[in-house]
């Protein structure tokens, strides 16, 4: 299903991912908030384009069971956290399926095009969320 270039704008619909397609385009739209975690039972699903965006939030760990999975692109929307690995998604290796999400880390992202480990700037929101609790206690 190729809903791209629409100026869809909101949230990803949760019905959506009661269809049985094998292919699911939405990229190029405003679609914002996050990724339904339900999105990983869509079991036939082999491509999946939600790239250009405004989606949020970490990559649901929801994704490792598309078995079939074979093309993914997340790229150009404000995604973060780390990048699920297991399963399936191992073997999408290519990181400009992830570009233009800034505060995505770990594999298949290398230092040079992006993080191997949390941005410094997460990792000081995360000290200081830390010793912020270390002082109350």
Do not use: C
Not at 61 to 77: A, D, G, I, R, Y
Not at 80 to 89: A, C, M, N
Not at 99 to 123: A, I, Q, R, V, Y
């Amino acid at each position: 299903m190729d809903l791209s270039s629409n100026k869809l704008v909101g949230e990803i619909p949760v019905q959506l991912t009661r269809l049985h397609e094998l292919g699911l385009k939405l990229s190029n739209n405003y679609l914002s908030g996050r990724i339904p975690d339900q999105i990983g039972v869509m079991g036939a699903l082999n491509s999946l384009n939600l790239s250009i965006n405004k989606l949020s939030e970490r990559i649901p760990s929801s994704l490792e069971n598309l078995t079939f999975l074979s093309h993914l692109n997340l790229s150009n929307n404000k995604l973060s956290g780390q990048i699920p690995t297991r399963h399936q998604l191992q073997t999408l290796v290519d990181p400009s399926i992830y570009d233009g999400n800034l505060d995505l880390w770990g594999f298949p992202l290398t230092s040079s095009n992006h993080h191997e480990n949390p941005p410094k700037s997460k990792m000081k929101q995360l000290m200081s969320s830390k010793s912020h609790k270390l002082m109350q206690s």
